[in-house]
Structures are given as structure tokens and as C-alpha cells.
């Protein structure tokens, strides 16, 4: 059994923008192929083998059909992240951030409904333009450019995207409490 990334076993093309259903034909087709009841009369060798078949199936469709996941699992693919090297982020994002954890922190101690209004718009004003920015590189890698410029810009997205989601979960936590 050879060692297949999740879009040749799932005979797909490696894209950011996916057919969802023709994923979920697949992973129904592949579950029912590879599934361990239909090999309990074969050896333990061949069972055990079915076993981890029948799991990567399953992680595969889990990774692909959510697409954070399938995102950094592309960008994994071209050696785009995944070591510290791979996790550098611009100066200017950054400072923007801080920014927006100070006043988190300040909430934290003394909220303010108004200022925890303006936060959470910032937010959601950065996470549309981060969004909408990378539509148009997420179109070029799908349309055949693999090149090195695309394939950064989307690791720059998906880092800050990341980035803001731990903002996002943070400033949620805060607000839970206090209610």
C-alpha cells in the first residue's frame, strides 16, 4: 500500500476550494470499500492493514472537509509551514494585534460595553478584509498557479487567519465570564 497524500485517495485535485458533495461520494465509496466488518474473515496481517486504510480515510475526510484544515494541510504539502522557520508573520500585522490584545487586556479589567463593541468590530472588519484578500490568490492556485508567490500569500493568510482566531477565542472567554 503506497503512501497516498488525502487527494489521491480521495481521486480529487489538490485545491483550496473543493467539491464538498463529490468529497462526500467518495468518502461514503471509500468507507464502504475499506470498511474492517467486510474483512473479518481475512488474516490479522490483511485485517490490521484494512484497520489504518479505514482510518486514513477517515482523517482525510475529516481534514478536507474543513477548510482551515484543508488549508494548512495544502500549504503542509508544498513545505509552506510547519516548522518555526515557516511561522514568521509581518511586522505591521502584528502591531495591529497588539493593538487589539491591549485593549482586550484593558476590557479585561475594566470593561467598557462601548469599547468591547469596537473591539469586536475591528475584528470582524479585519477578518472580511483578510478574507476577501485571498479569494482571488485562492482562485489562481485552483486555476494551476502553484508558484511560490501565490502559495505565500495563502500562508500569509492562513497564519493571520489563526492568529485571529485565538484573538476571537480569547476575548469570547472574557465576555462568557462575565455574563
Known sequence: MSELNYFELFDIEVAFNIDEQALKTKYYKLSRKWHPDFFTQESLERQAEVAVMSEKINQAHKVLSDRESRF?????????????????MPADFLMEMMDINETIMDLQLDFDQQRYDEVLTDIQTFENELNSGVLSDVDRYDGGDKSDEVLDKIKDYYLKSKYLLRIKENIST??????
Open 174 to 179: 472574557f465576555a462568557h465570564a462575565l455574563k
Open 72 to 88: 494548512k494541510y495544502i500549504l503542509e504539502l508544498h513545505g509552506k509551514i510547519g516548522g518555526p522557520d515557516n511561522q514568521v
